[in-house]
């Protein structure tokens, strides 16, 4: 769009695609990308009443995506616009009504995907008015507003009020022809019936449904297992399989199309019941293989992807970019290392050494992102089989993963010779009390009187007792003679200290085997098949100089790794400094053996993606290093250490895909990642992280096997499970 005379019409040509693209051909992805193109368009034409129709598109894309936080936000400008735009950049004040009755029926139906029935309801009212001021008589409008109130009212148990309003709206669509609109009204009429008892009738209508959507072209993910949960509960096992085959083929089709990373996550976890019901219906017809193919398919779709499809790096898209920024980096070190006495660094030169560094950075990125669309276009993970997953297993080895489905928490267990399954009752979220209960109980016993001491002692056996009957007990028996666990959690279970859950006879897990933890099984492969190259060993410790013990344990980590080791000590560590050593790795794939951290963390559970590493004590943008900045990078190590509080903690959505460092790492390549559940004081972090490395270092040990042995050490040495029993080695 670049001849000033063509721009208008190529804008209104964009836009007419991108409507084509929602509602022919429901590709919400395409339309998304179309609308965010054209409404760029309009805004620099100064075009207003075009530009709030596309954004009007553009929030129902995100929706259909299931980003409703960014759809409502889209909604909520367009409102502020076209309540500033004067009346004759509207076509007519009926356009003008008609217009905001589907901005306020749109933002209705995002509080209807966020689950606030209310707030959807007083703006299907707002709709309402407006629709009253248009005066249109087009039955299609009215009819929306029924269906989205009625499904409101569905949810708040209205069933009475819901029903009605649901057939005077498939009403209106029969009277217009909309097949597809009578199939959702059809849905929602056998969703409230199922709720009532009434399943033959419920079916009735689902089968209805099943069949408009076929002639729509148009299918739903849920019509399909509310159908095959109707065919379950008329004991059609085998009928409502199929359903639910098919309700997970079409989410996945769907899902395999939208080429944005963060819009495939959040289309997962809305339509994770899906899975959750395919799980159990395999489970009752004892297909144990396939429940455990679906909880693959379920559980962190897109992180899976991005492992096993790693990105290209940066040197294949422009060796002249990688010189600039090769000097430019240059000079930044050299801005930051400028000699200013105890001052530090002279902030003017930094500060446009910066500019141009992250001007260079920036020309990179947006070539890297074009490969990154074109890329994830091709990405499909596929589950891994008992069989494939058996083949990552030695002698002695064996893996758990976790599954909750809201009601009950599945375990499978792979050996090298068997595979099983075991299903315990999760009752008002009784392993959220439980995780609960361990971490207070756990700390308290730090800081306790002395009085107090034996009722909290009694009161975390019983919390760890009560774990281990349901994370342990169920499948102990497959675990004899095991040395060496791999544990695959799930949601809040990977926030759980399972190296001090009690076995049958009484030890800690610690004591009986060596634990290792995973995202999923592919991970693990993946993970093993990422280079472990000699390199570098980079060091950044005590950047607030508030770790009594931090400084101590850099330079004894220097010691033991003497050669080709860079430290970031005290004012020394900035994030600039730092995401150049990680850019050039990026460009060049410069080998870094490991890098380790001891340093504060803080974690953002609203916006996970700003959580960040602490790196020096200016408090501005470069003292942190946050998580969406570790992930532009692509980093090839063999072990990065996180000696942080709470530095394994996220933010997990239904479908586990958890956003932390821990995560964030090994989607830029890491092998391992060595990481803490809670915040310990720093000389028992210390004493711990130091043992652990000399034992990979001078004693030759693997990673998991020498956490496990500094952790023993500090539990022999009268350390109680506080201290030792946060450490996870997740990875290979």
Known sequence: MTDPGDRPALAKKCAKDAWHACYREHDHDKARRLFEQCANEFRALG??????????????????LGDAEGALRTLTAVVRH???MRPEQFPSPRERAAFLCKIFHNIALVYNKRGDWNRSL??????????????DGNPHQPGLLNLTSGSAHMRLKRFRVALRQLRQALGLFQREGD???QAVCHEYIGEILLEQGHTGQALQQLNRAVELMHAARNPRPTTWCLRGIARERLGMLREAAEDFSAATALMEDRRSAITAGPYRTTYVSAHVNVYNAAVRNAVALAEFERAYDYVQRAKSRQFNEVLEYPLPPLSAIDEQAYQRLLAARRALDAALNGQNGD????????????????????HIRIRHESLERALAERIVAPSMSVAEVRALLNDGDALVEYYYDNSRLHLFVVTPETFAHAAVPNAHGDIGRLLRGVRETMAALETCSAARLPEVQDRYRWYMNHAARKLLAPVETHLAGVRRLFIVPHRKLHYFPFAALPTHDGRDLLDACEIHYAVSPRMIAVCRNRPSPPGMFIIVVNPLHDLAHAEAEGRALAEIHPVGTHCFFGRGAYRSKLEAYLSLCSM??????????ACHAVIDPRKPM????IL??????ESRLRVQEILSHWFPVDLVSLNCCESAVGDAAPDDEATCFTRAFLRIGAKNVLATLWKIDDETSSRIIVDFYRGVITGGLGKAESLHRAQLKAKQDGLSPYHWAPFQMIGE
């Open 610 to 613: 700003h959580s960040a590493l």
């Open 343 to 362: 001052n530090g660094p002279d902030a003017g030169s930094v500060r446009r050494t910066e500019q141009e560094y992250e001007s260079i950075l920036r």
């Open 179 to 181: 097949g597809y609109h």
């Open 47 to 64: 075009d207003s009443w075009n530009l709030v129709k596309v954004l009007r598109g553009l929030a129902h894309a995100q929706g259909n």
């Open 82 to 84: 076209a309540r500033r």
């Open 588 to 597: 060049k794939a410069c080998t870094v053996k490991c890098i380790h951290f």
């Open 616 to 621: 020096n004590n200016r408090n501005d943008e």
């Open 122 to 135: 007083r703006n299907v009212g707002l709709a309402s008015q407006y629709l009253k001021a248009a005066g």
